[in-house]
């Protein structure tokens, strides 16, 4: 890195652009998202992977439904209350996280550098384009 001169055009002004949108930018020798620029030549590969998300709401919600059936079962002064109470609370935090939990995509970028995750979105569809892009940029290299 060190005294390394690179032969990019000034300022990207001569290079195809591929994609541009929403804070990445796929040109045919480099690819930007965020702050960080990432020399084509550098890149080995391009992934698209899924994240998997939380998904121990169903254990809240069961958890909290035992909480609220026994809290009404017990029918003990007060601690047949807060079981109760706490059972809803529960309830209401599974459903939270039920609904809050979508599925996440991430663009991984690999190369000698190791992996890096360039974008991590909800939109598929976003991450496609870029794939898109850069195989695009590959062919026509």
């Known amino acids: ?10 300022n990207g002004a001569d290079e195809t652009t591929y994609y541009s949108d929403e804070g990445v930018r ?3 020798t480099r690819f930007i998202v965020g702050g960080a620029t990432y020399a084509k030549t550098s890149v080995a590969s391009v992934t698209l992977i899924q994240v998997r998300t939380n998904r121990s709401y169903p254990w809240v919600l ?3 439904a035992t909480l609220l059936v026994s809290g ?13 109470f706490a059972g809803l609370v529960m309830i209401a935090t599974g459903v939270i996280m039920a609904v809050s939990s979508g599925r ?3 663009v991984v970028l690999g ?3 190791g992996h890096v995750c ?3 979105t909800h939109d598929k569809s976003h991450c496609e384009r870029i794939l ?3 195989n695009r940029s590959l062919v026509e290299q």
Not at 2 to 10: I, N, R, V
Not at 72 to 84: A, E, Q, S, T
């Open 1 to 10: 890195m060190f005294g390394a001169t690179a032969s990019y055009p000034a």
């Open 26 to 28: 796929i040109t045919q």
């Open 62 to 64: 069961a958890i909290g």
């Open 72 to 84: 009404y079962v017990l029918n003990i002064p007060y601690v047949g209350d807060v079981f109760g």
């Open 104 to 106: 996440w995509y991430e």
């Open 111 to 113: 190369g000698s550098f």
């Open 118 to 120: 360039a974008l991590r």
């Open 132 to 134: 898109d892009a850069w």
